[in-house]
């Protein structure tokens, strides 16, 4: 049974000027699955010079093929290639630039271990590996819609180091940045993408580093000015991702209160709405607030599986989730999601490949369930 939005070509969802038609809740991933240890190795191998590079992306494109094969199985009507080849869901895009530096931004995990954004030593500023890239790949072996995650314009303005750089200015960068980003999100719709989803993972981390939310409203003004370039109907394929990070086992803003955030978020000029949900102790609070500042027109997404617990939710607390949600969004405009993607660092380890499949199998399940209950169908 596919349950799902429909993207290009796709019709499940019937729209006038007035009405929205829907026959089952739409359900979608985030975008990265745990890599093959296969793969892993092969990466390591690469930077001992022990393989060779095509011998690495021979792992890459297997991987990549593994990955959508198994989604497909899951019956899930939408899907990602698991960000198989990207070095994280964060910095695939300028991974092997020359004017990076390690020592850029630490971002700090509640179990103490730190990730390290790099830092931009020098000018001009462009991307490496666009993600339209890895779109091209996966389409190769995809059946059904692919939906391709990028990393926002306000994640990569960290790049840029608080002392500046000679010669290159911060409004220089982040003019070369906007156009970077809006060139890639422009080529996947263009290819065929069925959504593109910007990643907003530090969205409640701003918030934590700076408790004012100045650095907030500048991230949402900055991605603003990428959105606004897009016409409104190429915006109905748009959609923003927000979690408090996962890694290992771990985030790096779940204390951060989502009444801090919510407000804003919903004034991002996207359509669909992908909102960490499952792990939240008091959900109904978070649907209250979503229900309060969403706007008419926006799609919400909650997630109703939690990445981070090894444990395989079943398909009725999937539909428990889906229909609490009911009670707050209309059916007409709610889907399902997972509260993040199963490993953003390619290196992590933390959850298996089968565990990610069978998670993804009770959420397309338990959608089902729900949009039965719905009388959707």
Request: charged share 25%.
């Amino acid at each position: 049974m596919l349950v799902g939005r429909p993207g290009p070509g796709v019709g499940d969802r019937r729209s006038t000027s007035s009405t929205v038609t829907i026959t089952m809740l739409p359900t979608e991933p985030i975008g990265s699955i745990p890599r093959p240890a296969a793969l892993i190795e092969g990466a390591q191998g690469l930077r001992a010079r022990r393989i060779s590079q095509s011998e690495l992306d021979a792992l890459y494109d297997s991987a990549v093929q593994d990955t959508i094969q198994r989604l497909e199985a899951t019956g899930s009507p939408v899907i990602t290639d698991g960000e198989q080849a990207k070095h994280s869901f964060a910095t695939y895009s300028i991974y092997g630039l020359e004017n990076l530096s390690p020592d850029g931004v630490p971002i700090s995990f509640a179990d103490g271990h730190i990730r390290n954004f790099p830092r931009l030593t020098s000018g001009p500023f462009r991307y490496k590996t666009p993600a339209d890239v890895y779109l091209e790949i996966a389409q190769r072996y995809a059946h059904v819609p692919i939906k391709q995650a990028v990393v926002s314009a306000s994640a990569l303005s960290l790049l840029y180091p608080q002392g500046g750089i000679p010669g290159y200015s911060r409004e220089e960068y982040l003019d070369a940045l906007v156009a970077e980003q809006e060139g890639e999100i422009r080529r996947c719709l263009k290819k065929g993408a069925h959504v593109v989803q910007m990643d907003f993972t530090e969205g409640r981390l701003s918030i934590k580093l700076d408790p004012t939310r100045r650095l907030l409203h500048s991230f949402i003004d900055l991605n603003n000015l990428v959105l606004e370039r897009f016409s409104a109907e190429e915006r109905k394929r748009i959609g923003v991702h927000t979690c408090p990070g996962a890694d290992r086992h771990s985030t790096h803003s779940a204390d951060v209160d989502y009444a801090a955030l919510l407000p804003r978020l919903f004034e991002l000029q996207a359509t669909n709405f992908y909102v960490q949900l499952a792990s939240e102790p008091d959900r109904k609070r978070v649907l209250k607030l979503i229900r309060d500042h969403a706007k008419e027109g926006q799609w919400i997404f909650v997630g109703v599986i939690d990445p981070l617990n090894p444990r395989v939710e079943t398909p009725e607390e999937v539909r428990d989730r889906a229909l609490e949600a009911a009670e707050y969004i209309r059916p007409e405009r709610l889907g399902t999601t997972d509260d993040c993607g199963f490993a953003p660092f390619s290196d992590d380890t933390s959850r298996t490949r089968e565990t990610a499949f069978d998670k993804i199998r009770a959420r397309v399940a338990g959608t089902a369930l729900a949009s039965t209950v719905l009388g959707l169908g």
